[in-house]
């Protein structure tokens, strides 16, 4: 019996839920007639069923063709109807408003009836546009999806032009980033260009534009205006805005973050760092904990409270500027956001390359820190898996982030078996963690494997907002193509492509040693360095094997796995060559936990000086059980698939990665 004929039978036998159900399998599995899937799309809107996937069936019917009117009708009565009253509204407020407006050189609206599209709610944030002349559904749009398609301000020697731009999300981003004309002390309007009066009017519907108006910010252009651009205010309006003198950067011009993700250990954050650092149009300092950030505006926030004058703020607060001082003192309903901004504008050090007169306000580039990022996985019952992080939950549970309505987000990825290296290399030179040293009592080095095999946050939550606008970028094309990532990364931060981005820096100085051991520059040393003596071969092909969707979604070749077939005896050789890892594990225990600890045998503690070596070493070897176990453990899930899920059941996916532009290549993409 076919699925649609089971739908049947439970309808005629009342069973309205598995009726729903069975339709709706039905048309995911496809290969349904036209009058099928009509069928079911009408007892789904009928009989409570998920009204979307009815929906989405009268819109395709109709735009192939099929049942028409019978389609039309129904989504009208049941989508369009209930709902035209309030985009008639809104339409007619929105008229009203640019009829008064001064920039704005047309004012024949159409009736509403005669507009040149309808907007069929598809859900509460979007809609499906319908476009009566062509007889044609559009797909769905959400005009708040918050996300910036494009480089608005790449070039900012003139005053911004946007073309064509629909998206709520994205005129109130560029009316809230693009600074008042009075406060640069030039003509720095924000000209707004439609090829089509018609198709703009349409989208009065869906759009309110009054709050946008208020400032008199923007020039609005249809078709062949766009040759007005741009308009000389001091000969066609008497406006001399060369009389104003510039304002500088202020905690309440900040309105977009930049996060700086780290993914793990040694990928390459500080490079990054450095190429970010005096950019004109980016707040850019060095990683900082989290934890300590929050920690400083909790103790902003506390003493704020109590402060009776801008004097008294000024004095307590000497980290601060004067300025920063007094802007937090006056602003009524202070946010996280403002603190931080206040904190980023007073490290005058870092903020040498700022831009005080630019077009735009500034992003603060962000990039909060953990000791250790750290990943889980659960199981659920149908096999699935989630991934579980409490670093990452405090970065989304954050009052910092939150408090930014626009984010955008990039994360650097360095090939996983060379950063594993280096961050054990780190661990046993930089750190010396295998030095018995009195500040690294009770450290010991973890199970980096693990580590590494866990922690997956290069996988998105589709749901999260802090990802809708995310890019993933090679270490090694920053590295190798600087020109063309950095061209492309500053494409999709959307700030201009500066000369600050063509050398690493940092406060300004070119080419500085970072940190001890960092290569300078754009060196590429550390592209091509291996740490072997940090890594066998069996640990990275371990690695490569559990991460094997990234290397193939991110361009990466494997050297350590030959691509075959895994299974559990193969996984155990693997294990047998941990011998890196296992050992560097077992002197930091000798050397930072052992001569402290007081271990229990046949359940009484024995404290150093009674622990024979035989029971050090059957501690040892006891942890090295439990670290093979969940090895082969994690293997072992990852064998027959990848796959993975939120808490909601919705599938993850690979943050995008930064494309490059092949004509800007300097060497062959890294594989």
């Not at 509204?89 to 047309?106: D, G, M, T």
């Not at 996280?336 to 007073?346: E, G, Q, T």
Request: hydrophobic share 35%.
């Amino acid at each position: 019996m076919q699925t649609i004929d089971i739908a049947r039978r439970c309808a005629q036998l009342n069973a309205v839920s598995d009726a729903n159900n069975a339709y709706i399998l039905a048309l995911h599995q496809g290969g349904l007639t036209q009058e099928e899937r009509m069928e079911a799309a009408v007892y789904l809107l009928r009989m409570g069923g998920d009204y979307k996937v009815a929906y989405t069936q009268f819109a395709a019917l109709y735009n192939e063709g099929q049942f028409r009117d019978e389609c039309l009708d129904i989504m009208t009565q049941a989508f369009y109807q209930p709902n035209v009253k309030l985009m008639k509204s809104r339409y007619e407020k929105n008229c009203v408003a640019l009829a008064k407006y001064p920039y704005l050189f047309r004012m024949d609206f159409p009736k509403f009836e005669k507009l040149a599209l309808r907007f069929y709610p598809f859900d509460d944030n979007g809609y499906l546009p319908f476009d009566a002349e062509n007889q044609a559904f559009g797909g769905y749009v959400n005009y708040n999806h918050p996300v910036v398609s494009r480089n608005f301000f790449k070039d900012l020697d003139n005053p911004i032009l946007a073309q064509d731009v629909y998206s709520q999300y994205e005129l109130e981003y560029l009316n809230d980033n693009v600074r008042p004309s009075e406060d640069i002390g030039r003509e720095n309007h924000l000209y707004l260009h439609y090829e089509s009066w018609e198709t703009f009017c349409a989208h009065l519907q869906v759009l309110n534009l009054r709050q946008l108006l208020k400032e008199r910010k923007i020039v609005f252009l249809f078709g062949a205006e766009l040759s007005r651009y741009p308009i000389d205010f001091k000969e066609t309006y008497g406006i001399d805005y060369s009389q104003y003198p510039v304002k500088p950067i202020g905690v309440k011009d900040i309105h977009r973050l930049i996060w700086h993700t780290q993914l793990s250990s040694d990928n390459g954050g500080d490079f990054f760092n450095e190429v970010f650092d005096s950019h004109p149009n980016v707040l850019c300092m060095p990683s900082i904990m989290l934890e300590k950030m929050e920690q400083y505006i909790a103790e902003y926030k506390e003493n704020y409270a109590r402060f009776q004058t801008v004097q008294e703020a000024g004095a307590h607060f000497t980290s601060l500027t004067p300025q920063a001082a007094r802007e937090l003192f006056l602003i009524p309903n202070r946010t996280d956001k403002d603190y931080l901004a206040a904190i980023f504008l007073s490290q005058t050090s870092y903020m040498k390359g700022l831009d005080h007169a630019s077009r735009i306000a500034p992003a603060l580039f962000f990039q909060p820190h953990f000791s250790r990022i750290m990943y889980d996985m659960k199981h659920d019952e149908k096999g699935r898996t989630i991934l579980l992080s409490a670093e990452y939950d405090k970065i989304r549970s954050s009052s910092i982030f939150k408090a930014f309505k626009y984010i955008k987000t990039f994360t650097p990825l360095r090939r996983v078996t060379t950063s594993y290296a280096a961050t054990i290399r780190w661990m046993v030179e930089k750190r010396g963690m295998l030095e018995g040293l009195e500040e690294r009592k009770n450290s010991i080095i973890p199970d980096l494997v693990a580590d590494r095999v866990l922690n997956r946050s290069f996988m998105i939550d589709p749901e999260d907002r802090l990802y809708k606008d995310s890019v993933l970028v090679r270490f090694e094309d920053g590295k190798t193509n600087p020109e063309a990532t950095f061209r492309a990364l500053a494409a999709f931060l959307d700030i201009p492509y500066t000369e600050s981005m063509t050398y690493c820096s940092e406060k300004g100085v070119h080419d500085v040693e970072t940190a001890e051991g960092n290569v300078v520059g754009f060196d590429t040393a550390t592209v091509y360095r291996t740490y072997d003596e940090y890594a066998t071969d069996e640990e990275r092909a371990y690695i490569e094997f559990c991460l094997r969707d990234a290397y193939q979604f991110y361009g990466y070749g494997f050297h350590y796995y030959d691509g075959g077939p895994v299974d559990e005896e193969r996984v155990r050789e693997w294990l047998k060559g941990f011998t890196n890892v296992n050992e560097k594990i077992d002197v930091s225990w000798r050397k930072n936990v052992m001569p402290e600890a007081a271990i229990s045998i046949n359940g009484k503690a024995i404290t150093e000086k009674d622990i024979l070596e035989e029971s050090k070493q059957t501690f040892l070897e006891k942890k090295k059980g439990e670290m093979d176990a969940l090895r082969l453990k994690l293997a072992q899930r990852l064998m027959g698939g990848l796959y993975f899920i939120n808490k909601n059941g919705q599938p993850l996916r690979m943050m995008p990665k930064l494309e490059l532009d092949p004509a800007l290549l300097r060497e062959p993409l890294y594989h």
